[in-house]
């Protein structure tokens, strides 16, 4: 389940809260857990996951790293070798 981030208008208390995605905003209706004020409990965004970034292709198209052996392995592989995909394979990732 994912994690919201939840702020009180009132004394700017912040906290987190784990539920299902589809009661994110119920907190929203609830009074603070900090002051018991009522409706000043909004959602905010805190911080944002991360992404992992595929280093192993450049912006050239050029492939790099493991990803370079494989499309080597494929274009030398049965049915492939000497043909049209492999001289493609080769212009595009080789």
């Known amino acids: 389940m994912p994690a919201y981030d939840y702020q009180c208008d009132k004394c700017q208390a912040i906290w987190e809260e784990t539920h299902r995605m589809a009661d994110n905003a119920l907190p929203e209706g609830l009074p603070c857990p900090q002051c018991g004020k009522k409706r000043c409990v ?9 992404t992992a970034i595929d280093t192993a292709h450049r912006v050239d198209g050029k492939a790099t790293g493991g990803f370079r052996d494989i499309m080597q392995k494929i274009a030398s592989g049965d049915g492939i070798k000497g043909g049209r995909v492999e001289a493609a394979i080769k212009r595009r990732y080789l």
Not at 42 to 50: C, F
């Open 42 to 50: 909004r959602q905010v965004v805190l911080s944002v996951p991360g």
